[in-house]
């Protein structure tokens, strides 16, 4: 093998020469039985992969393919060859994963604690009782709630059988809904499955830790946890313990035994009289990286027992006996290697050649595995370094050639670049040290990730850079996407406004990244800052770049969010049809695989709503239905991603108005937080709520929400679209109040202070208050201005067209144009019992009902649909004089109508639904008498129907609310 070098280091080991022969003559003449990992983990030895033909007639020994450098921490570790079994360790840790719903596994360093477990594993699936075991090795990143539940969810779902278990996606903030969503689909498994978190220890002192606790009793009853570490996790395990539910297996019982030593050391090759093993295991009390250690610098050609004899770990610093008696034995060629390879976490033989530049490297891997030096394979085409090996390696390449490292990270950088993990390959160029590179990188791969739930990570790598630092656009940039993954708005602005000094004079192709980000940053910071205008800007010159020619290989896979971000800005400016256009785009070139049900939720979400604002009900309702369903697999059903999605169906509910529903919705969405996150989507769900008060009737509770929204509009003015509703919502409230010289004065205003040509901003694409406009011309006696104002909307689609044909027929009827306005009213009906739209028919109007009844009476058209409008007009008639009935008994003098007392008597049972023989019955007359009753007392009080003659006899006393 031959490494290269740099900074004039032409070795990097420095040994007597006896030691490099010995070391040399050791590597040579190892048949794969003297290194010793494979020493911790009880079990059998499993068969090795069967080499392939090298290029020079001998044998290279295969390597499989990696599945991803994540993946790798998902895969029960492979001890290799060289191992011995140790059923008593495999006995203890089945009976306590068997009975006990929690076995803890805590021993010191190089315990074998983590082989053990590993071959106990294997052992259980291969049982008559198999179990199913799912494996995480966690590691420092895992500190992070968020990725801490990814890697518990990546274990679980590489071995789950369910659909319901493979949805599970981990949401950006994990809430206690997430939990239990991801623990029922478990309890959905068939038969046992154990879930093995190994290396608890690296989440001492994070949030992670409450992630875990959290985990621990939810886990159903029929699966298992098993928890590894070098120390006691903290977790409230007393209960466990007391109610014999805590397995807890210790250092004490992973420690070897005498006789467990013996048989470990023979299968080596190396014999050990009596005494030779007393001092080993005095020396080591049976702590099984103590016996590795001894046994790799035993020289199986040199007397074992005087080797032992001067082996003595308890006085010698674990990284000496690594240095000196494991790397140095290895031969210099693999020691380098190790050297070279120990700035990766873990490695694949494509990673190492690109480290090393050897081209044999994925043998010499095997080779390391084979001689059990510490060196784990993964079963996926990835191997790990003990982590005592790994820091070691580390130290002794900082002493050796500091410059190296920075050329080693770089190397890195590259490689996971390469390979689409753009995070790693940042993280690398964040420690090589090298600031020009890991901006570049930050700004043409890692920058992608700023839309994901990967941009906490994103900001907590790129934070690492100097801010004193920032002198340049391009690192200004950097410190933009650190404000913007921590949510600091002030920061984000003063950020993009530094960084667009400079830009023009950056050299290509960095400038076309540059300048992207920048857009996109500015975007954001509009967003944050609820300016449309500014949003829609810089979004426009984003998209022009990724669409023209992406600037990166990053960016060409995520153009899709650059899109989206336009679709946002339109929604925004009130042009719902250009937003629903751009998002259907945005959705439809999601890669759920790569982008993660993150992106599906959030922008399916936008685009339910940007459809509902085009008077597309079912439509967005539908597709809301399925965001909120992938939602609820994936614990995202209270995130801020499903608020756009719970919002839309609070509109949908309300346009058929199922208010009960529709508060729900209302209630769900306000429970993401959207109003903290989105000034837009704060204030149309302050919209929303008046308009369901409205509808409900409820004129006082329409006034607050009104308030609420004028608090929106009179903190984010720019938002145009907002101040169009606000005024549409105020001014139907004016009418539903019976002042329609108050609704048509605030329309009158709004026009008068519109901001539209007064900023100069992009015109709507419709008036977003014809339809209110149409209505208050009505209050006011103008039924032909009525039309001129809805005009325009006939032609649309869904809700809006169906509320436009309904002013039409009211306008038609005031006109007395009868013909016409059964014809309008007609086309209403049809487009919206399509859409199931009813709430354009149930607005403040004294002529809806009667035009409604002769509709059924002369065209029968979707009677269904018709009855169910009727029936809410009369329930929230008969609702609204039931709230005023105590007021009017008490404060108006007696009804000018005359009744007789028998005629009272009848008018008693009619809010009671009695039918005439019941009546008759009751009151002891025959039904022809209570027909005649009934046809006098609708004749006095003016009305055809029974609800009429309710609701007129209460509004005039004539009937109690007891009654």
């Not at 250092?251 to 014999?271: D, V």
């Not at 999601?590 to 922008?603: K, L, M, Y």
């Amino acid at each position: 093998m031959t490494c290269s070098t740099s900074s004039g280091v032409s070795r990097l080991w420095v040994w007597t020469s006896e030691r490099c022969e010995s070391a040399a003559h050791r590597a040579e003449s190892s048949t794969g039985n003297t290194g010793t990992s494979g020493s911790l983990a009880p079990g059998p030895v499993l068969p090795r992969r069967r080499s392939a033909p090298g290029p020079e007639g001998g044998h290279v020994a295969a390597t499989p393919a990696p599945v991803g450098f994540h993946g790798a921490r998902l895969t029960t570790p492979d001890p290799g060859t060289g191992v011995v079994s140790r059923r008593r360790v495999e006995d203890l840790l089945d009976q306590c994963v068997r009975r006990r719903a929690l076995t803890v596994v805590t021993g010191a360093g190089g315990s074998g604690k983590t082989y053990a477990v590993a071959m106990w594993a294997r052992a259980a699936a291969e049982s008559p009782e198999p179990l199913v075991v799912a494996w995480a090795s966690l590691d420092r990143a895992d500190r992070d709630p968020h990725r801490f539940w990814q890697t518990v969810v990546g274990a679980l779902q590489r071995v789950a059988a369910t659909e319901v278990m493979q949805s599970i996606a981990v949401p950006s903030v994990p809430t206690q809904a997430f939990v239990d969503s991801m623990t029922s689909a478990l309890a959905h498994e068939a038969g046992h499955l154990v879930l093995v978190l190994d290396d608890v220890h690296e989440l001492a002192g994070s949030d992670a830790l409450d992630a875990l606790e959290a985990l621990v009793p939810a886990m159903p009853p029929a699966q298992r946890l098993v928890l590894v570490s070098r120390h006691d996790p903290p977790l409230h395990l007393h209960r466990l313990r007391l109610a014999d539910r805590l397995g807890e297996i210790r250092g004490a019982e992973l420690a070897f035994s005498r006789i467990e030593a013996r048989e470990l050391l023979k299968e080596h090759g190396l014999c050990l009289d009596d005494e030779a093993l007393d001092h080993l295991m005095n020396t080591t009390e049976g702590w099984a990286a103590g016996l590795r250690l001894a046994m790799m610098a035993l020289n199986p050609e040199d007397d074992p027992s005087s080797a032992v004899a001067r082996f003595d770990g308890r006085h010698t610093l674990v990284s000496g006996y690594l240095l000196d008696e494991v790397v140095a034995g290895l031969g210099e060629n693999r020691a380098e290697f190790l050297l070279r390879t120990c700035v990766v976490d873990r490695v694949c033989a494509s990673l190492a050649g690109a480290l090393t530049g050897d081209e044999t490297a994925g043998v010499l891997l095997e080779s390391l595995v084979r001689d059990n030096v510490l060196v784990s394979a993964l079963n996926s085409g990835w191997y790990r370094y003990h982590p005592m090996l790994l820091e070691t390696l580390r130290m002794r390449l900082r002493v050796a050639s500091p410059s190296l490292v920075t050329e080693q990270h770089l190397r890195a950088q590259v490689w996971f670049e390469e390979e689409g993990e753009w995070l790693e390959a940042l993280r690398h160029a964040v420690v090589s040290g090298d600031h020009d590179r890991a901006v570049e990188v930050a700004l043409r791969s890692a920058s992608v990730l700023m839309f994901s739930p990967d941009r906490v990570r994103l900001g907590q790598i790129l934070g690492a850079l100097p801010v004193e630092e920032a002198l340049d656009p391009e690192s200004r940039l950097c410190q933009g996407l650190v404000a913007y993954s921590v949510g600091d708005t002030d920061a984000l602005g003063t950020w993009v406004a530094r960084a667009a000094t400079g830009l023009r004079e950056i050299p290509e192709p960095r400038r076309q990244v540059a300048t992207l980000v920048h857009r996109l940053l500015e975007t954001a910071a509009a967003r944050r800052a609820g300016d449309p205008d500014r949003m829609y800007a810089a979004a426009c010159d984003a998209e022009t770049i990724v669409r023209a020619n992406p600037p990166s290989r990053a960016w060409s896979l995520y153009a899709g969010l650059v899109v989206s971000m336009r679709g946002v800005a339109e929604l925004w400016l009130g042009r719902a049809q250009e937003a629903k256009r751009l998002l259907t785009e945005a959705v439809i070139g999601v890669d759920v695989e790569r982008f993660g049900t993150h992106a599906q939720i959030s922008h399916g979400g936008l685009l339910a709503l940007s459809t509902v604002s085009c008077g597309l009900v079912a439509e967005g309702r539908a597709t809301a239905e399925r965001v909120l369903a992938a939602a609820q697999s994936s614990g995202w059903i209270e995130s801020y991603e499903s608020g756009a999605a719970w919002l839309t169906m609070a509109i949908a509910h309300l346009q058929a108005v199922e208010l009960i529903e529709a508060e729900h919705a209302l209630m769900r969405a306000q429970y993401t937080g959207i109003g903290a996150r989105d000034p837009f989507l704060g204030a149309v769900l302050a919209l929303v709520a008046g308009r369901h008060a409205l509808t409900s009737g409820d004129v006082t509770r329409a006034q607050r929400a009104l308030g609420t929204v004028d608090r929106w509009a009179a903190q984010w003015p720019r938002l145009t679209i907002v101040g169009y509703l606000r005024g549409a919502l105020a001014s139907e409230i004016a009418l539903a109040a019976a002042s329609p010289q108050r609704a048509a004065a605030i329309l009158t205003d709004l026009d008068e202070r519109s901001a539209l040509e007064r900023y100069g901003r992009p015109r709507l694409q419709s008036d977003p208050v014809s339809i209110t406009r149409g209505h208050v011309y009505l209050a006011i006696g103008e039924p032909e201005h009525a039309r001129e104002a809805v005009a325009a909307m006939l032609e649309t689609d869904g809700s809006v067209a169906s509320e436009a044909w309904v002013v039409e027929a009211l306008a038609q009827d005031r006109l007395r144009h009868d013909a016409s306005a059964l014809a309008a009213l007609a086309r209403a009906i049809e487009i919206g019992a399509a859409g199931n739209a009813v709430q354009g028919f149930v607005r403040p109007n004294e002529r809806i009902t009667a035009l409604l009844r002769r509709h059924l009476t002369l065209e029968g058209a979707e009677p269904e649909f018709v009855a169910r409008v009727l029936d809410f007009l009369d329930r929230r008639a008969v609702s609204a004089v039931d709230q005023r009935a105590p007021e009017v008994s008490e404060r108006t003098s007696p009804s000018p109508i005359s009744l007789t007392e028998r005629e009272l008597s009848v008018l008693a049972y009619l809010p009671t639904l009695s039918t005439n023989p019941e009546i008759a019955d009751e009151l002891n007359i025959s039904v022809n008498t209570v027909k005649q009753h009934l046809k006098t007392i609708n004749r006095k009080l003016g009305v055809n129907s029974r609800r009429e003659a309710v609701r007129v006899a209460r509004r005039l006393g004539l009937l109690t609310t007891r009654s």
